[in-house]
């Protein structure tokens, strides 16, 4: 079973509207959480990067929240553009040297 | 400042060939790493590096071989080419690898897309 779980798979929605992503893992302990946005034929690119004691960080109109004890985190994307069409990577990084887990990723289309 | 950068973008192999991908980058990190990435999967670690002339094996390293004689190279082999290593290949660099440093932010190159038939 996948350690980083994300859902949805892909989402559509219309420009100028908000959506959240959701991933959920079982990587215990961790030092660091994550969210990548990767445009298609393009590598990764960071978007926020939590420690586990923090609760929430953004990046523009990227928000980020982590709930250790559920062990959920959210991607909040408000005022959606064209340019947010891509997918949307969760990884955490263990608290034991440097391997990252990716999740799957959510693929977001965003329509006009 | 290019960052990471991958040649080549794309290749089709036969299954049997061999071939050498190429990751360099110009931000003078110590960190370098292999992943590949497949439909509907997260991005799973080939090997990786933690410094000029070192190299370690990472989640998914057979059928795979890497060097790193420079520091702002890291080279992916592939020796016998398999249909199972068809996938997209990316290359990351980091400052540092551990704890909660932002430093260990991972960097990664446009990827090359690789078909083995």
């Known amino acids: 079973k996948n350690q980083v779980e994300q859902s949805p798979q892909s989402l559509i929605i219309l420009e100028g509207k908000n959506c959240t992503l959701q991933c959920n893992y079982t990587v215990s302990p961790f030092s660091n959480l994550r969210w990548y946005k990767q445009d298609t034929g393009r590598g990764p690119v960071s978007l926020t990067i939590m420690t586990f004691s923090e609760n929430t960080k953004s990046n523009g109109r990227y928000t980020a929240t982590l709930d250790a004890d559920t062990k959920q985190s959210s991607l909040h994307i408000t005022a959606s553009q064209l340019s947010d069409s891509a997918s949307y990577i969760c990884v955490l990084q263990g608290a034991a040297g440097n391997k990252l887990t990716f999740g799957g990723g959510t693929r977001v289309l965003v329509k006009p | 400042n290019a960052g990471v950068t991958q040649t080549p973008k794309f290749r089709v192999l036969k299954t049997g060939q061999s071939m050498t991908l190429l990751c360099a980058q110009d931000m003078n990190h110590e960190y370098m790493y292999w992943y590949r990435q497949d439909p509907g999967m997260g991005l799973r670690l080939i090997h990786y590096?933690?410094?000029?002339?070192?190299?370690a094996k990472g989640e998914v390293p057979d059928g795979y071989n890497v060097s790193r004689l420079k520091k702002q190279n890291f080279l992916l082999g592939l020796e016998s080419a398999a249909p199972s290593q068809t996938s997209v290949y990316f290359c990351?660099?980091?400052?540092?690898?551990?704890?909660?440093?932002?430093?260990?932010?991972?960097?990664f190159g446009p990827g090359t897309r690789l078909t083995v038939l």
């Open positions: 590096s933690v410094g000029e002339g070192t190299t």
């Open positions: 990351a660099s980091s400052y540092e690898a551990d704890g909660t440093s932002i430093f260990n932010e991972q960097f």
